[in-house]
Nanobody, 124 residues
């Protein structure tokens, strides 16, 4: 199992980025998926999650209305579309996968597999 995250970069405030996370080893549709981020000196926090149904999504309050998580099981890929980026969105972003079907899957410990992280830098 190897999740590969990509799409990070440097943008100005108000800009957009689209993160992708793909894996060739998972039976992708079997897993719930999430995006987390970790800013310097801070703990890793949940950004968005998607369950087995594409409509089963969760967003942190800080990104609600600006970010969209979507999964494409045919491509074994999960996306995070990030619009209207703010300097406080600057962090390393990680994708994650879990078989856990209980709870809200909003905690780091709920996830079994992690991508390597991709850096997003937003300048003011």
């Amino acid at each position: 199992v190897q999740l590969q995250a990509s799409g990070g970069g440097s943008v100005q405030a108000g800009g957009s980025l689209r993160l992708s996370c793909a894996d060739s080893g998972l039976t992708f549709s079997s897993y719930a998926l999430g995006w987390f981020r970790q800013a310097p000196g801070k703990e890793r926090e949940v950004v968005a999650t998607v369950g087995w149904s594409p409509d089963d999504t969760y967003y942190a309050d800080s990104v609600k209305g600006r970010f969209t998580i979507a999964r494409d099981n045919a491509k074994n890929t999960v996306f995070l579309q990030m619009n209207n980026l703010k300097p406080e969105d600057t962090a390393v972003y990680y994708c994650a996968a879990t078989l856990q079907s209980w709870g809200d899957r909003r905690n780091v410990n709920d996830y079994h597999y992690w991508g390597q992280g991709t850096l997003v830098t937003v300048s003011s």
